[in-house]
C-alpha cells in the first residue's frame, strides 16, 4: 500500500522556519522523483520544489527561491521541505508528491500538511 505521511506543518510567525518532513512507503522511493505542493484558499495548486530521484538535481518556485530548500533521503525514504524566512503569503497546505521518471504528473500523493504564517 502506497503512504506519503507529511509531519511538520504547523503555526509560525513571520520570518520564522519550519521543516516538513515527508515518509515514503509502499513504492521504490530511489526511482520516483518528489515534489512538494501547495495550495492556499481560493487559490490554486502549484508546485514548489522539486528534487529529482537521484537528488542531484532541485527546483524552485520563484517564490521560495532562497528561502526554501528540498532534500531527500533515500536510505529513510523521506523528502524534506526546510522553509526559513517564512512569510505570510505562504500560509497554505503543504503536499508531498512522488512523480515517475519520464511521467509529467504525480502518481502519488500525500493527505497534506498545513503551514501557517500569521503575526
Known amino acids: 500500500q502506497v503512504q506519503l505521511v507529511e509531519s511538520g506543518g504547523g503555526l509560525v510567525q513571520p520570518g520564522g522556519s519550519l521543516r516538513l518532513s515527508c515518509a515514503a512507503s509502499?513504492?521504490?522511493?530511489?526511482?520516483?522523483?518528489m515534489n512538494w505542493y501547495r495550495q492556499a484558499p481560493g487559490k490554486e495548486r502549484e508546485l514548489v520544489a522539486a528534487?529529482?530521484?537521484?537528488?542531484?538535481?532541485?527546483n524552485y518556485a520563484d517564490s521560495v527561491k532562497g528561502r526554501f530548500t528540498i532534500s531527500s533521503d533515500n536510505a529513510k525514504n523521506t523528502v524534506y521541505l526546510q522553509m526559513n524566512s517564512l512569510k505570510p503569503e505562504d500560509t497554505a497546505v503543504y503536499y508531498c508528491a512522488a512523480r515517475p521518471r519520464g511521467v509529467l504528473t504525480p502518481a502519488y500523493w500525500g493527505q497534506g500538511t498545513q503551514v501557517t504564517v500569521s503575526s
Open positions: 528534487i529529482t530521484s537521484a537528488g542531484g538535481s532541485t
Open positions: 509502499g513504492f521504490t522511493f530511489s526511482l520516483y522523483a
